[in-house]
Structures are given as structure tokens and as C-alpha cells.
């Protein structure tokens, strides 16, 4: 069983309309409610927009502190569901659920190694 993780790709801006943003929040919590159904579930939650992002970066043994995401986009890093699966296909299944759940791409990336069960 590997760790898999997918990424929720959001565009930079305003969140979706009250309506729509309401819609997505509950399929999400069908897929989060499936996911731990199915003992693939591990950890999923929302990030703070790019503004809320502070970069560490080590500069001749010391570390320079900058505020903002490490690289600017038009697309961000919005959330994040970490989860089990027994191999990439079952994984790129439970990430296009995520897909159709958020309407947004998601990036599906295995851990190295095995997970421990």
C-alpha cells in the first residue's frame, strides 16, 4: 500500500460564488465520507490563499525569511487529501472523483516508498 497525494490546483482570485462554493463543500464531504469508507482516507484539508505563504531559504548559514508563495501563478496550491491506495490506478480513480467533487485539476503524486499498514 503506497501514500498518495492529491493536490487540489485552484486559480489565483476570488472563491467561487456562495451557491456554487456550497455545492462543492458538500461533495466534498460525500468524497471525504467515501474515502474513509473505504480505508483510503488519511488527512485532507483547505490552504490559506498564496498571501498567507512564508518562504525559508538558507543563505550562507543563515536562513532569509521573505513573506508570499515561493513562486507566483495563476493557478495555487488550494487543499490538499493525502490517502492510501494499493497502487497508481486506484489512486488517479479516487483523484478524479476529487475532480469532479472540487471542478478544479487535481495533481496525483505518490509517495516514495511503502506505507506502513
Known amino acids: 500500500m503506497k501514500y498518495y497525494l492529491l493536490n487540489v490546483m485552484q486559480p489565483v482570485g476570488e472563491p467561487p460564488a456562495?451557491?456554487?462554493?456550497?455545492?462543492?463543500?458538500?461533495?466534498?464531504?460525500t468524497l471525504n465520507r467515501e474515502l474513509r469508507e473505504a480505508g483510503a482516507w488519511v488527512f485532507?484539508?483547505?490552504l490559506h490563499?498564496?498571501?498567507?505563504?512564508t518562504v525559508l531559504r538558507p543563505r550562507d548559514g543563515d536562513v532569509l525569511v521573505t513573506d508570499g508563495p515561493y513562486a507566483e501563478g495563476k493557478e495555487m496550491l488550494?487543499?490538499?487529501s493525502l490517502i492510501k491506495a494499493p497502487d497508481l490506478d486506484a489512486a488517479l480513480d479516487w483523484g478524479?472523483?476529487?475532480a469532479l467533487a472540487t471542478t478544479l485539476p487535481i495533481?496525483?503524486?505518490?509517495f516514495m516508498g511503502e506505507a506502513e499498514n
Open 18 to 29: 456562495p451557491d456554487a462554493l456550497g455545492e462543492i463543500e458538500k461533495n466534498l464531504d
Open 44 to 46: 485532507a484539508g483547505g
Open 49 to 53: 490563499g498564496p498571501e498567507s505563504a
Open 78 to 80: 488550494g487543499g490538499i
Open 96 to 98: 478524479r472523483r476529487l
Open 107 to 110: 495533481e496525483v503524486r505518490p
